[in-house]
């Protein structure tokens, strides 16, 4: 894998991918994309005529919302609620996530345990009765967002971690243990590199769900949030303020994952691929 | 720190045990408790049993597995659909890998409830589109992995043995995309439980979400916890008697 800069990576994949070169075809693939979306917003206008606005505001009434929600100190500080919310239960679902995982690897009398009954069952335990049992247990606030969203990803990071325990390089190991007895160093040093991209996967696919429960949690069980703003919305058939959060939202993760997930993505794949 | 293994006694042996001490706990955490802050684990079996004798709460069960079961194949047929766009047309991935794809996958699922519910009221109609909206994006991503796989050789392989469309995919085709098809529809069956339940919140009067959302507005704690058991009894039996066996049945064709 030479000139990875080449390559593109698809969206939400987590498996380091063979980067594809860009062609002549590539070049009239992206018009055709920026034909769709065109195409897709003149519709969504035209369709925004005929129906009533409570059910769906045309794209220049979402806009100017947008622009509202920007200036406003009130809605901007809600957004930030909502990333206190994300980014303190994407580090505890990180923390719990990687003690099961690393206790199924190295402490092995408890790997059954682990992986046939807590994984799994946190796995398929609904994000919804997280929320509720929250709700019954501390009410409205900060820790019932928090806590519904660390339980639905806990499972997630866990599986991650665990996968990339799993795949470590058994011959890599054993150098290792040839040139260190000291099982720290050998933990630091080997270890943890060759679980970064596991790492990475799993805070990529954390940010991208986590972003979609918080709503859900701050709609039922928050007093502030963007998803506390959407259910006042929802509750004044606001409907404009409902896309404009959403097109917030929409256009948030989506530079997130430009600009932050895919370039580090590349260099994780470049510096990790073993071809 | 090379890899360690417990005999396979010694791991049951713990595991048993940490369950046992499990429960144990949360009986002993429920002990003096008031039923709707915490309800002990017999309470809960109890109220998990009423989902096997009741009808009425059978019923629930019933028809939010047929919903997810109806969404799962609807979301599956469209992202089949896309994704043999993608392959037909190859002009076309961009539009769908990086718009329609980044569309859907960075779209808020309450989103999806709130603006189901304002367009098509409370209705089964609502629910499906709602969870079908959710899942898409899950299924998009196996199907066009799975389609990007099929080793060009072998299509020419194919190619050059027979002329017939259909049977080619029947034999060729399919076989090599089920692998991934099939732990899409694993992965998006599991997530339709998890996360599309909001949908039965917002847009629907029957179903497990539904139930839910009733028990936890009266602080029926007991129901609550019975719900989520049973939503991943159904889960479990589902994959355990359907989904694995197929996925298995597929990867054995390799």
Known sequence: MA????????????????????????????RIAHLFTLLALLVWWLYSQVVPVYQMPG?????????????????????????????????????????????????????????????????????IGWLFLALLWFGLNHTTVIFAVTMILIPLVAINVRAGLQELDEDMMEMGLSFARSGGRRFTKIVLPLLLPYFFAALRISFGVSWKVVLTAELFGGNAGLGYLLNVARQEFDTETIFAIIAFILVFVVICEQLLFRPVQRRVDRRFSRA | MHSKTASLGAQRAVTVLGVVLLIAGWAWAARG????????????????????????LMAQAGISLFRVVLSVVAAMILA?????????????????????????????????????????????????????????????????????????????????LTRNVWRRFRLLSLPLVAPFLLSGLRVAYGICWKIALVAELFGASSGLGFQLSRAQSVSDATMV??????????????????????????????
């Not at chain 1, 800069?5 to 009239?28: K, Y």
């Not at chain 2, 019975?226 to 298995?248: E, G, M, R």
């Open chain 2, 33 to 56: 408790q008031p039923e709707y802050v915490l309800p002990g684990p017999v309470a809960v079996l109890q109220a998990v049993a009423r989902f096997f004798y009741e009808p009425q």
């Open chain 2, 80 to 160: 089949l659909t896309l994704a043999g766009l993608v392959r037909r047309f190859s002009i076309l991935d961009e539009t769908i890998e990086r718009r329609i794809l980044t569309f859907f996958n960075a779209f808020p699922s309450v989103g999806w409830a709130i603006l189901g519910v304002i367009w098509f009221q409370i209705s089964n109609t609502t629910v499906i589109f709602v969870q079908v909206a959710i899942i898409l994006p899950f299924c998009l991503i196996n199907a066009l992995a799975g389609f990007r796989q099929i080793d060009p050789d072998m299509d020419e392989l194919g190619h050059s």
């Open chain 1, 59 to 127: 794209p220049g009434a979402v806009f100017l919302r947008m622009i509202d929600f920007v200036t406003s100190t009130y809605l901007l500080s809600q957004l930030w609620v909502s990333i206190y919310h994300i980014t303190v239960a994407i580090g505890l679902a990180f923390v719990i996530g990687c003690v099961l995982a690393f206790m199924a690897r190295f402490v092995p009398v408890t790997r059954m345990l682990i992986d046939t009954v807590l994984t799994p069952f946190l796995n398929a335990f609904a994000g």
């Open chain 1, 3 to 30: 000139k990875s800069g080449a390559g593109r990576l698809s969206g939400a994949r987590t498996t380091p991918s063979v980067p594809r070169l860009i062609g002549a075809r590539h070049f009239s693939g992206t």
């Open chain 2, 225 to 254: 916890f019975a719900c989520c058991i049973v939503i991943v009894l159904i889960f479990l039996v589902t994959d355990l008697l359907f989904l694995k066996p197929l996925v298995q049945r597929f990867s054995a064709n390799q």
